[in-house]
């Protein structure tokens, strides 16, 4: 992913204002000195981290790196989100969808009070619910009662494609935004 996104960078760099740079490291200790970026985007590394412990450092490391004022913007699935879209799948008799095993999802209000010193929560963007609700609960219900024999999993259906250009309602997706300000 981050050889495309180099690629990518390679081709539009002149667009852009400001700099822009991908890396690979470790989020319990990046080798960046404190302070020293505007903006930091984490997407789904921190439900891959083994413990809360550990999570909680990694998000703390992003927070360090950070100048006063700067955005974390960390896309992370949540409990949260994978209860609600799992009592709605309940109500019309689904089976539940369990978390990946390699996965600890982030519980929505532990995170935001493990790093309030440091970071001051702007919002908690709902946007992957419209597409949960198509994908895990729409569409096994329609793919159930035709007997279409439709293969539910598969990403790439245009219904998916579909689903994810609708606007967000409600909280029944697993995948959250968490906005942060870093204080100071």
């Known amino acids: 992913m981050i050889d495309q996104a180099k690629l990518h960078l ?5 667009n852009l204002i400001g700099e822009v740079e991908f890396d690979v490291g470790d989020i319990m200790a990046l080798e960046e000195p404190s302070a020293s970026f505007d903006k930091v985007v984490v997407i789904r590394v921190v439900i891959n981290l083994a ?8 998000i703390q490391e992003c927070a360090r790196v950070l100048k006063p004022g ?17 009592k709605f799948r309940k109500e019309w008799g689904l089976s539940e969808i ?6 600890l999802y982030l519980d929505q209000d532990e995170v935001v009070k493990a790093v309030a010193s440091e970071l001051e ?21 329609l793919a159930q009662a035709a007997a279409a024999g ?3 999993a598969n990403p ?21 935004l968490f906005v942060f300000k870093r204080k100071g």
């Open 98 to 103: 369990g978390m990946p095993r390699f996965n």
């Open 150 to 152: 439709v293969d539910v």
């Open 70 to 86: 700067g955005l974390l913007l960390m896309s992370e699935a949540t409990v949260q989100g994978w209860q609600q879209m799992n």
């Open 156 to 176: 790439h259906m245009e219904w998916n494609r579909w689903f994810s250009q609708l606007s967000p309602a409600g909280d029944y997706g697993t995948q959250k």
């Open 10 to 14: 390679s081709q539009v760099k002149s």
């Open 121 to 141: 929560l702007v919002d908690i963007v709902n946007f992957s619910s419209t597409y949960f609700v198509g994908t895990r609960i729409l569409k096994p219900l």
């Open 51 to 58: 413990d809360w412990a550990s999570q909680v450092k990694g």
